[in-house]
């Protein structure tokens, strides 16, 4: 470990820690584990460096997806949990300089592939895939997010690997179909559905299940169109629609909750709504989707067929 220097840093993890302390002070000679901060203006200021490193301490590397870019840099990968499950993940990377360890400000991460080989019928197809990682927010630009919704988890069936490009103050890297695993979702967890529309296939991607609780839920969904060329990546559909929601307890007659509005799209593409869940228990979320036109395209009914179910 090595020190990071700067009065501005001390003052900062000072006003940090303060709110946690018992009045034990701040020691000097702050240090971030593997970070040394200099005035490389590629880098993160010692400000910025405490930022990304707590946002870190939050995520889990995934080792799967680490490289060397040029011998030079360092990218890593990472999600909730290390690891990958059916449905939504959401995806961070942060480069680093080999010499410093510290955050590069500025790179890109592009050409997110996902691969699933089928091994009996000896195919393979893709699956949704978010868009060119961007900046977490403005607290953390030296981090980039991009999301990942498998249609399936590996098993005996088949196995996934996944690749990705990297461009590092100009130097070029990446990885090549690194093998991964996504793990299967408990019984009473299903986030991810597909819906046809004439000749094309949809998937709807729940973003929010593990954050839901009794009450009003923020909901948000992705709709990705299933490419022309299935071991394509899935592409975030460009045609609007509207989901309408309607949640029911199967184990408990089937009764549904009042207060629901239905998920409307947004500027970055995503759906948004609210959902109100009065109790804990399986939650089957029925869905009607209807087009632009207000015609209905996929589920609709009583008890529609096009559902998600949630466990709280």
């Known amino acids: 470990m090595k020190k990071v220097k700067g009065l501005f840093l001390v003052l900062v993890v000072a006003a940090l820690t303060a709110c946690n302390s018992n009045d034990d002070g701040v020691e000097a000679g702050i240090e971030i584990p593997g970070i040394t901060i200099t005035d490389d203006i590629d ?4 400000e910025e460096a405490l930022q990304v490193y707590h946002f870190l301490q939050t995520v889990k590397i995934v080792p799967e997806l680490q490289t060397e870019v040029d011998g030079k840099y360092n990218v890593f990968a990472y999600t909730k949990t290390g690891t990958f499950h059916n ?31 089928m091994v009996k019928m000896d195919m393979y197809h893709s699956t949704p895939v978010g868009p060119v990682a961007e900046s977490f927010n403005n607290g953390y630009l030296a981090v980039k997010r991009t999301w990942v919704s498998f249609v399936m988890n590996s098993s005996d069936a088949g196995s996934w690997n996944l690749s990705y490009d990297a461009l590092i103050l100009g130097a070029k890297g990446g990885i090549e179909k690194h ?19 004439d000749n094309d296939t949809y998937y709807l991607s729940l973003v929010n299940p593990t954050d839901f609780k009794t009450g009003t839920n923020d909901i948000r969904a992705y709709i990705s169109k299933k490419s022309a060329k299935a071991s394509d990546p899935y ?16 184990d408990m007659g089937n009764h549904t909750s009042p207060n629901n509005t239905p998920l409307l799209k947004q ?11 009065t109790m804990t228990g399986l939650w089957r979320i029925h869905l009607t989707v209807k087009d632009a036109q207000g015609n209905i395209v996929a589920g609709g009914g009583e008890l529609s067929s096009l559902y998600w179910d949630v466990t709280i």
């Open 43 to 46: 880098c993160c200021s010692a």
């Open 87 to 117: 449905g939504y993940n959401e995806l961070f990377f942060v480069a680093t300089k080999k010499a410093t360890g510290n955050y590069i400000k500025n790179f890109e991460i592009s050409g997110l592939t996902p691969l699933m080989h």
């Open 179 to 197: 093998d991964i695993v996504v793990n299967a979702l408990p019984d009473g967890q299903a986030w991810l559905k597909s819906f046809k529309v």
């Open 235 to 250: 592409q975030i559909a460009t045609e609007t629609f509207t989901i309408e929601i309607d949640p029911r307890m199967p």
């Open 267 to 277: 500027e970055d593409g995503s759906y948004q709504g609210t959902i109100n869940l």
